[in-house]
């Protein structure tokens, strides 16, 4: 009888697929670059922080002024604070915040900032951005950091096993919304002399 239990668990525990793991970090990295185009420039400038100072090997170190892009999820065309959507309930406002800009790396804080339902707390992701590797993946949710890709369970965190890919789908459908929305914020304009 032990023997049947303990194959029933095996067989229920948890495997972590990294390269379904990595193709939604990747996809999620071109839905990023998509979203906000000016975050292509920190792809291809390699020279260090936005701001044209010179990279530190600090995590603490951060831009002098964040970049900050918001954006209306379910608006009717207006971008006024009082409009509401066909189903009559206000748009869903989100703000991308850039926390960090190196390199080779960037760090994005992406959290709603109204229209979200009253019993559910708004969601805040932090994203870290690989410029070299072309991926994106989350690297703290609701304030909760360093989450394990396989948990235990039941775990002090409350965290389910595949809590870490979960997180990462849904920052996937937080951008996918996004996109099938039609927003973008706009690119700054370059001007090429040749």
């Not at 023997?3 to 029933?8: R, S, T, Y």
């Not at 965290?159 to 099938?180: P, T």
């Amino acid at each position: 009888m032990a023997a049947i239990l303990d194959k029933f668990i095996e067989r229920s525990r948890y495997r972590v697929n990294l390269a379904d793991y990595m193709r939604t970090c990747d996809q999620n990295y071109i839905r990023l670059l998509t979203l906000i185009p000016a975050l292509e420039s920190n792809r291809s400038s390699g020279s260090g922080r936005l701001d044209g100072k010179p990279a530190s090997d600090s995590p603490e170190s951060e831009p002098d002024d964040k970049k900050e892009w918001e954006f209306l999820i379910g608006s009717s065309g207006s971008d006024s604070p009082g409009t509401q959507n066909h189903a009559g309930r206000p748009p869903i406002r989100i703000k991308v915040t850039q926390l960090e800009a190196f390199a080779y790396t960037s760090t994005l804080e992406i959290q709603v900032q109204s229209g979200f339902p009253a019993w559910s707390p708004a969601p805040v992701i932090v994203v870290r951005m690989y410029h070299d590797a072309s991926t994106a993946e989350p690297i703290s949710y609701q304030g909760h950091r360093q989450i394990p890709a396989r948990c235990a369970v039941p775990n002090a965190g409350m965290y389910h096993q595949d809590e870490k890919r979960q997180i990462n789908e849904f920052l996937a459908e937080w951008l996918r919304l996004c996109l099938s929305s039609g927003i973008s914020a706009r690119a700054a304009d370059f001007l090429c002399i040749g």
